[in-house]
């Protein structure tokens, strides 16, 4: 397992979850933490292409050998591309949690969204409190 | 094993139950070996053509280990002895409830009108069994303070959509349809997996600080949709709900009913009843707080007792008992007219013998006995806890709620793994090489590391002592060398198995021969 790491360039939910904002898109994924906490994950069923997302809300599952944990999408919007590659190797979530672990691509519906969001300052100061 | 004699930390030469794989008994058979030498027929021999239409009979022979009677015994025995069980060591499964088993059970369940009784017997002639049936039911509703029982839910899961389906059906008699099911954030995986099952929406309610139903929380998702709350009390944390009354109060304003998971039943048994408390419907685990053998060990049973205003809808039959007026004592029968009812959950009552055992050991304890029996098992959850508050354990294991507990406790392993590199699964595995089974792991899942134990009243002193002794080595041990616990275990029959790797890529064909 690789070390905890929290990219200076990613967004954070408070329920461990990033948001890379790419132009008018954004990609979700887990963090570190959660992924640590989760233990290795054996199962993620990719939610659909052009599925909604809400912000605070739940939008997919990953199953871990500990527990089925929902996955909080940290923004609003509508899913434009998902890692179908999770499919046959989930443990890339592990392994890769900002990389190849990537969950979904979303087309953000609100910009200023961002703003309630943490940097990883603020991320690695809740997770320490 | 005591810590004074600490296992091998390392890993050596394998033991001959790490050289021997486990095998089937489809693996050890050989063409043309039999157990057993049968005489021919002395009777005619009717061809088989003429019995059975030859649509349904076999195109080829069933593929049928064949293997002779000493090499079945040790192939069992040996498979046994790879086991960890009761009979072995202490089982501190939290909200498992692993007590002893008592033998006299065992001999009053195998006596051949108990044993050998036809599932189709006509009830004229079983009254005895269903006499003990109408007697365990009474009991039980005494223990659960609620008047009407039945027998046939099969585990507390079943037990669980009994509740559900008879909550549905109390609704649907009112001319109600409601969509929600209330359950708290530390309920067993098995209510909300009900509740689905049952075709209602899951609503999780938030756990306060206490530990217990976060209030606001239940009143703000407490609403004229909601059919029902699962509850445990006390919940998986050990801790008893203090606003149970208030509770059941929100529920029964909104209409819904209040189901208890008796899964903890172990802790109040004789101080106090759920009927009390407010609860509707109530399932009790009969391989749990009745000491029916379970985790492989022999068939669940999960009873359910319910209110008055539940009983119409109980599954039938019911068994019931008419008095005869001519001075012959009472008889018993099954109940079929019950136009109300939410059906049959089973076809036979097949697990009767687990009646038989849960009678004999109510009838054993006695009403007073029950009690000391809860009362001990708290007792004994509180001695552990203290002894594992004190010294590494203490630093490294803390509370997951700082509240006393009843029978269990939920620790958490969160600063071993912090500070030590140890996680609870490495500290469960550890243990295994002392000779202790691990208490539940990971559960309830919001406490991080979570390690949930429950000695139950069945632990001597002395052995609670023993486990936290052992727990205060593995400590000891990941202080000095982390690598020890975490390349554990090395002395059980398996060493670290692929978890991950077993669910990721499950092999769950066995090919014959």
Redesign the interface.
């Known amino acids: 397992m690789n070390a905890a790491a929290y990219p200076e360039d990613l967004k954070y939910h408070p329920e461990h979850d990033w948001a890379r904002v790419e132009g008018d898109e954004a990609v979700f994924g887990i963090t570190w933490y959660a992924q640590d906490a989760l233990g290795e994950v054996v199962f993620y069923e990719p939610p659909a292409v052009g599925t909604t997302v809400d912000k605070d809300k739940p939008y997919t599952e990953l199953e871990s050998v500990k527990a089925v944990s929902e996955i909080f999408a940290p923004l609003s919007g509508e899913i434009v591309a998902v890692n179908e590659a999770l499919g046959d190797a989930p443990e890339a979530i592990n392994s890769d949690p900002y990389g190849e672990g990537w969950l979904v691509r979303i087309k953000v519906n609100d910009p200023s969204e961002l703003d309630a969001l943490m940097d990883s300052a603020a991320y690695q100061a809740m997770l320490d409190g | 094993m005591s810590p004074q004699t600490a296992p091998p930390s390392t890993a050596e030469v394998p033991t001959a139950q790490q050289r021997d794989h486990a095998t089937t008994i489809y693996e050890r058979s050989v063409p043309g070996r039999r157990a057993a030498d049968l005489p021919a027929a002395g009777v005619p021999e009717t061809p088989i053509e003429e019995l059975i239409p030859k649509s349904l009979l076999r195109e080829r022979p069933a593929e049928l280990p064949e293997i002779a009677e000493p090499e079945i015994v040790r192939h069992y025995n040996r498979l046994s002895r790879r086991n960890f069980d009761l009979d072995t060591g202490m089982y501190p499964l939290g909200s498992c409830t692993m007590k002893h088993n008592p033998r006299l059970n065992e001999r009053v369940a195998a006596l051949p009108g108990h044993a050998r009784l036809h599932p189709a017997q006509d009830p004229r002639r079983a009254q005895g069994a269903l006499e003990l049936m109408w007697n365990l039911q009474q009991s039980l509703a005494e223990i659960c303070g609620l008047p009407h029982v039945s027998l046939q839910p099969s585990a507390g899961s079943h037990g669980e959509l009994a509740g559900l389906l008879l909550t549905r059906a109390y609704h649907a008699d009112r001319g109600e349809q409601r969509t929600k099911v209330l359950t708290p954030d530390t309920a067993h995986g098995t209510n909300p997996a009900t509740v689905s099952m049952a075709g209602y929406e899951v609503v999780r309610v938030a756990t306060s600080e206490q530990g217990g139903v976060d209030m606001d929380d239940l009143r703000e998702k407490a609403d004229d949709q909601v059919a029902c709350l699962m509850l445990t009390n006390p919940n998986t944390l050990g801790l008893f709900d203090e606003n149970i009354a208030e509770i059941a109060e929100i529920l029964h304003s909104v209409g819904g009913t209040l189901y208890y998971d008796g899964a903890n039943l172990n802790a109040i048994m004789g101080r106090s009843r759920p009927g009390d408390m407010g609860f509707d419907i109530v399932h009790v685990n009969l391989h749990k707080s009745f000491s029916q053998p379970h985790g492989g060990g022999g068939p669940g049973s999960g009873p359910i007792a319910v209110s008055d205003r539940i009983e119409p809808f109980l599954p039938k039959p019911q068994v019931v008992r008419t008095s005869e007026g001519n001075g012959s004592g009472p008889t018993f029968d099954l109940d079929y007219d019950r136009p109300k009812a939410i059906g049959r959950l089973r076809g036979f009552q097949g697990n009767f013998g687990v009646f038989v055992r849960s009678y004999a050991y109510i009838l054993s304890l006695g009403g007073d006995g029950l009690q000391e029996a809860s009362e001990t098992s708290v007792l004994n959850a509180n001695y552990l806890l203290s002894r594992l508050s004190e010294g590494r354990t203490g630093k490294y294991l803390p509370l997951g709620v700082d509240r006393r507990p009843m029978h269990e406790f939920v620790l958490s392993a969160s600063k071993a793994k912090d500070d030590l590199g140890v996680k609870t699964?490495d500290i469960a595995k550890r243990i295994l090489d002392f000779g202790f089974h691990p208490p539940t792991v990971?559960?309830p899942?919001l406490i991080?590391e979570a390690l949930l134990m429950e000695p139950t009243e069945t632990e001597t002193r002395e052995t609670l002592d023993d486990f936290a002794d052992t727990l205060e080595a593995v400590l000891e041990e990941a202080e000095s060398d982390p690598a020890i616990v975490t390349g554990a275990p090395y002395t059980t029959p398996v060493r670290r198995l692929d978890?991950?790797g077993a669910?990721?890529d499950p092999v769950i064909r066995q090919p014959l021969g």
């Open positions: 699964l990971y559960f899942l991080e978890e991950a669910a990721r």
